[in-house]
């Protein structure tokens, strides 16, 4: 099993440390993708926290042994495309 399936894993049976070290390992990333998607920095950090508890929520659905990071870049587009339908609704989410 991959380390980061292990975080995943952990973090969502309540391992408050394998959040954090997933978290501390993908915030970055997924700020800056998530920045990219809706232009503000502010809302790009709203974007990925959601985000991140979608992950942990639905971590069961995560296939194992393939990459964390995809997955849940997969996720933060989507928050991402949510939240421009949400602030911007005469764009959608066509940019996305």
């Known amino acids: 099993m991959d380390a980061d399936d292990d975080l995943l894993r952990r973090a969502a049976a309540g391992d ?36 991140f508890v979608i992950a942990i929520e639905r971590a069961a659905t995560f296939r194992r042994g393939e990459p964390v990071g995809p997955w849940l870049y997969g996720i ?7 939240y421009r339908r949400r602030a911007m609704p005469w764009i959608g989410s066509r940019l996305l």
């Open 16 to 51: 408050d440390v394998a959040t954090s070290s997933l978290v501390r390992q993908y915030v970055r990333p997924a700020t800056m993708f998530a920045r990219q998607l809706v232009g503000d920095s502010d809302d790009a950090e709203d974007v990925v926290a959601e985000a």
């Open 76 to 82: 933060v587009r989507r928050v991402a495309a949510k």
